[in-house]
């Protein structure tokens, strides 16, 4: 079983890469994106329902893939 991470701490990761809350898909949805400033083919999408709540490995292994941040 691989490492567990919190909605908590990939939020944390995000931002200490650099990443910001986009603009153009900011809502009062579940999701958020995260994109990169200076490279836009670099983002996350992120569920947040529960900043405690663990995020599912493959879920994890899709915000690797995008963002190119290792959690």
Excluded: C, W
Aim: aromatic residues 6%; glycine residues 12%; hydrophobic residues 30%.
């Amino acid at each position: 079983m691989g490492k567990q991470v919190t909605v908590r701490e990939v939020l944390k990761g995000l931002k200490a890469a650099g990443f910001i809350a986009s603009p153009n898909h900011s809502g009062r949805g579940s999701h958020q994106r995260y994109i990169h400033p200076s490279d836009p083919t670099r983002y996350a999408d992120v569920s947040i329902h529960a900043m405690g709540q663990m995020v599912p490995k493959g879920t994890l292994k899709s915000i690797e893939r995008t963002s190119g941040v290792k959690f």
